[in-house]
């Protein structure tokens, strides 16, 4: 009796394992997809941060290879992200009794083109943008600079994610 109750469990469960193997714990969902290409985002913001179009760039790139099993090309992806960073900038937030700025917010709006050769309908193009904000006491350089692209860089690439290939 032991033996069939092991047998049938472990059929139960093998089953299951193998059913979940169709999806992806990322929420990624690429279709018959096997290749990313991710152009260069130029910064045509009026304010320009030098190092913003290839940290953003590159972070994109990351995203993709980390939570999909997409190969990364230069020429013909399957799926294909180009854009530019239209806007970066910065502006005060709140106000203190002496009507100086207590905090202020950067933010960054990115203008993405998405093409999925495989599936048309799925193409868009869409502006992305987030913010972070920072004492006005602080330069915006450094640690400070840092911290707000880790954060708004993440969120926008996360968005874009999101909106591409993630089936929430």
């Given at each position: 009796?032991?033996?069939?109750?092991?047998?049938?469990?472990?059929?139960?469960?093998?089953?299951?394992?193998?059913?979940?193997?169709?999806?992806?714990?990322?929420?990624?969902?690429?279709?018959?997809a096997?290749?990313?290409?991710?152009?260069?985002?130029?910064?045509?913001?009026?304010?320009?941060?030098?190092?913003?179009?290839?940290?953003?760039?590159?972070?994109?790139?990351?995203?993709?290879?980390?939570?999909?099993?997409?190969?990364?090309?230069?020429?013909?992806?399957?799926?294909?992200?180009?854009?530019?960073?239209?806007?970066?900038?910065?502006?005060?937030?709140?106000?203190?009794?002496?009507?100086?700025?207590?905090?202020?917010?950067?933010?960054?709006?990115?203008?993405?083109?998405?093409?999925?050769?495989?599936?048309?309908?799925?193409?868009?193009?869409?502006?992305?943008?987030?913010?972070?904000?920072?004492?006005?006491?602080?330069?915006?350089?450094?640690?400070?600079l840092?911290?707000?692209?880790?954060?708004?860089?993440?969120?926008?690439?996360?968005?874009?994610?999101?909106?591409?290939?993630?089936?929430?």
């Amino acid at each position: 009796m032991k033996k069939i109750i092991y047998i049938l469990l472990f059929s139960v469960s093998s089953i299951l394992f193998v059913a979940c193997g169709f999806y992806s714990f990322t929420g990624g969902d690429v279709g018959q997809a096997k290749t990313i290409q991710v152009d260069f985002f130029q910064n045509q913001a009026q304010l320009i941060e030098p190092t913003l179009s290839q940290q953003f760039t590159e972070e994109l790139r990351d995203l993709f290879i980390r939570q999909t099993n997409l190969t990364l090309v230069n020429t013909n992806g399957d799926l294909y992200f180009s854009g530019e960073i239209t806007s970066y900038r910065v502006a005060p937030m709140s106000a203190t009794s002496d009507q100086t700025s207590a905090q202020n917010r950067l933010t960054i709006t990115v203008n993405v083109r998405y093409i999925n050769t495989l599936d048309e309908k799925k193409d868009f193009e869409q502006s992305f943008s987030f913010y972070s904000d920072y004492a006005a006491t602080s330069q915006l350089t450094g640690g400070v600079l840092e911290a707000a692209f880790e954060e708004i860089i993440d969120r926008i690439t996360q968005d874009i994610f999101n909106a591409s290939v993630g089936k929430w």
